[in-house]
Protein backbone atom coordinates (compact mmCIF):
# COMPACT_ATOMS: atom_id res chain seq x y z
CA UNK A 1 0.00 0.00 0.00
CA UNK A 2 0.77 3.53 -0.55
CA UNK A 3 1.90 5.33 2.23
CA UNK A 4 0.04 8.64 2.13
CA UNK A 5 0.15 9.73 6.19
CA UNK A 6 2.63 12.47 5.94
CA UNK A 7 1.49 13.70 2.57
CA UNK A 8 -1.33 16.21 2.27
CA UNK A 9 -4.46 15.00 1.09
CA UNK A 10 -3.88 16.15 -2.63
CA UNK A 11 -7.96 16.52 -3.16
CA UNK A 12 -8.45 18.99 -0.52
CA UNK A 13 -5.41 20.98 -2.20
CA UNK A 14 -7.09 21.23 -5.50
CA UNK A 15 -7.72 24.60 -7.23
CA UNK A 16 -10.63 25.91 -8.85
CA UNK A 17 -10.93 25.41 -11.85
CA UNK A 18 -9.52 28.30 -13.98
CA UNK A 19 -12.04 29.28 -16.19
CA UNK A 20 -14.97 27.50 -17.70
CA UNK A 21 -15.05 24.10 -18.04
CA UNK A 22 -15.67 22.57 -21.33
CA UNK A 23 -19.14 21.61 -22.34
CA UNK A 24 -17.47 17.89 -22.95
CA UNK A 25 -15.18 15.76 -21.33
CA UNK A 26 -12.38 14.31 -23.97
CA UNK A 27 -9.44 12.36 -22.12
CA UNK A 28 -6.99 12.93 -24.61
CA UNK A 29 -8.10 16.32 -25.56
CA UNK A 30 -5.98 19.25 -23.81
CA UNK A 31 -8.28 22.31 -22.22
CA UNK A 32 -5.98 25.64 -22.80
CA UNK A 33 -6.64 28.06 -19.60
CA UNK A 34 -4.82 31.18 -18.22
CA UNK A 35 -3.02 28.87 -15.82
CA UNK A 36 -1.85 26.12 -18.72
CA UNK A 37 -3.07 23.29 -20.58
CA UNK A 38 -4.89 20.41 -18.56
CA UNK A 39 -6.55 17.48 -18.87
CA UNK A 40 -10.17 16.36 -17.94
CA UNK A 41 -10.05 12.89 -15.53
CA UNK A 42 -12.24 10.48 -16.24
CA UNK A 43 -14.75 9.23 -12.99
CA UNK A 44 -12.18 5.97 -13.33
CA UNK A 45 -10.33 4.71 -10.63
CA UNK A 46 -7.66 4.74 -12.77
CA UNK A 47 -7.32 8.63 -13.87
CA UNK A 48 -8.12 9.63 -10.25
CA UNK A 49 -4.92 7.52 -9.21
CA UNK A 50 -2.81 8.95 -11.95
CA UNK A 51 -4.06 12.37 -10.80
CA UNK A 52 -3.46 11.98 -7.18
CA UNK A 53 0.14 10.52 -7.69
CA UNK A 54 1.26 13.87 -10.16
CA UNK A 55 1.46 16.42 -7.71
CA UNK A 56 -1.23 18.08 -5.67
CA UNK A 57 -0.46 21.65 -7.05
CA UNK A 58 -1.53 20.33 -10.69
CA UNK A 59 -5.10 19.22 -9.31
CA UNK A 60 -8.23 21.66 -10.18
CA UNK A 61 -12.31 20.79 -9.79
CA UNK A 62 -15.16 22.32 -10.58
CA UNK A 63 -18.78 21.39 -9.30
CA UNK A 64 -20.45 18.79 -12.09
CA UNK A 65 -23.34 20.18 -13.40
CA UNK A 66 -23.71 18.35 -16.53
CA UNK A 67 -26.82 15.89 -17.04
CA UNK A 68 -24.99 12.36 -17.85
CA UNK A 69 -26.59 9.96 -19.53
CA UNK A 70 -26.49 5.99 -19.86
CA UNK A 71 -26.83 4.23 -23.31
CA UNK A 72 -29.44 1.20 -22.86
CA UNK A 73 -30.03 -1.30 -25.38
CA UNK A 74 -33.01 -3.59 -25.54
CA UNK A 75 -33.26 -6.65 -27.85
CA UNK A 76 -36.79 -8.10 -28.33
CA UNK A 77 -39.08 -9.26 -31.42
CA UNK A 78 -38.38 -5.82 -33.29
CA UNK A 79 -35.34 -5.96 -33.19
CA UNK A 80 -32.71 -3.88 -31.01
CA UNK A 81 -33.26 -0.74 -29.68
CA UNK A 82 -31.22 1.89 -28.07
CA UNK A 83 -31.99 4.31 -26.15
CA UNK A 84 -29.94 7.26 -23.67
CA UNK A 85 -32.14 8.19 -20.13
CA UNK A 86 -30.57 10.21 -17.73
CA UNK A 87 -28.08 8.49 -15.09
CA UNK A 88 -29.63 8.11 -12.21
CA UNK A 89 -28.43 8.86 -8.28
CA UNK A 90 -27.71 4.91 -7.52
CA UNK A 91 -25.84 5.12 -11.31
CA UNK A 92 -23.34 7.99 -9.94
CA UNK A 93 -22.74 6.01 -6.34
CA UNK A 94 -22.06 2.85 -8.23
CA UNK A 95 -19.58 4.78 -10.34
CA UNK A 96 -18.18 6.91 -7.46
CA UNK A 97 -17.87 3.80 -5.22
CA UNK A 98 -15.96 1.72 -8.54
CA UNK A 99 -13.31 4.81 -8.27
CA UNK A 100 -13.55 5.13 -4.13
CA UNK A 101 -12.84 1.01 -4.12
CA UNK A 102 -10.17 1.20 -6.09
CA UNK A 103 -7.94 4.20 -4.57
CA UNK A 104 -8.64 2.33 -1.28
CA UNK A 105 -7.32 -0.61 -3.06
CA UNK A 106 -4.02 1.32 -3.89
CA UNK A 107 -3.36 3.29 -0.64
CA UNK A 108 -4.50 6.75 -1.83
CA UNK A 109 -7.57 8.72 -0.12
CA UNK A 110 -11.12 8.64 -2.04
CA UNK A 111 -11.99 11.30 -4.12
CA UNK A 112 -14.63 13.92 -3.24
CA UNK A 113 -17.87 13.54 -5.16
CA UNK A 114 -19.81 15.90 -7.26
CA UNK A 115 -16.84 17.58 -9.15
CA UNK A 116 -15.11 17.35 -12.08
CA UNK A 117 -11.12 17.02 -12.24
CA UNK A 118 -8.19 18.38 -13.95
CA UNK A 119 -4.71 18.13 -13.84
CA UNK A 120 -2.37 20.30 -15.46
CA UNK A 121 -0.48 18.76 -18.16
CA UNK A 122 3.49 19.22 -18.04
CA UNK A 123 4.89 21.67 -20.61
CA UNK A 124 4.73 20.46 -24.18
CA UNK A 125 3.42 17.11 -22.98
CA UNK A 126 -0.17 15.42 -23.80
CA UNK A 127 -2.40 12.90 -21.92
CA UNK A 128 -0.95 10.28 -24.70
CA UNK A 129 2.59 10.95 -23.22
CA UNK A 130 1.48 10.36 -19.38
CA UNK A 131 -0.33 7.06 -20.08
CA UNK A 132 3.04 5.70 -22.08
CA UNK A 133 5.38 7.00 -19.45
CA UNK A 134 3.18 5.25 -17.12
CA UNK A 135 2.71 2.33 -18.74
CA UNK A 136 6.30 2.08 -19.67
CA UNK A 137 6.63 2.26 -15.57
CA UNK A 138 5.21 -0.75 -14.74
CA UNK A 139 5.89 -3.14 -17.68
CA UNK A 140 7.84 -4.92 -15.53
CA UNK A 141 5.48 -5.87 -13.02
CA UNK A 142 3.84 -9.60 -13.34
CA UNK A 143 0.40 -9.11 -15.29
CA UNK A 144 -1.48 -10.15 -11.94
CA UNK A 145 0.25 -7.56 -9.89
CA UNK A 146 -1.79 -6.01 -7.20
CA UNK A 147 -2.77 -2.17 -7.82
CA UNK A 148 -0.81 -0.94 -5.19
CA UNK A 149 2.22 -2.48 -6.35
CA UNK A 150 2.45 -0.01 -9.39
CA UNK A 151 2.32 3.17 -7.14
CA UNK A 152 6.01 3.97 -6.26
CA UNK A 153 6.46 3.30 -10.23
CA UNK A 154 4.11 5.44 -11.42
CA UNK A 155 4.56 8.25 -8.68
CA UNK A 156 7.86 7.70 -9.72
CA UNK A 157 7.00 7.87 -13.17
CA UNK A 158 4.94 11.11 -12.70
CA UNK A 159 7.59 12.86 -11.20
CA UNK A 160 9.90 12.40 -13.83
CA UNK A 161 7.32 13.83 -16.78
CA UNK A 162 6.45 17.01 -13.81
CA UNK A 163 9.87 18.07 -13.38
CA UNK A 164 10.84 18.27 -16.54
Avoid at 58 to 87: I, M, N, Y
Amino acid sequence: MADTSAAPNAWDMAQPFPGPPPDISDRYRAIDTSNGRYWELSESGWDAMLGYLAAPATLARCRETRQHHVEVTVSDSTGEHTFFPPRTADDQAIIDEAASSYLRDVGLPERPTGYRWFQRLPNGLTVKDIDESVHAAIMHLPPDHHPAEAVPAIRTALARLYAG
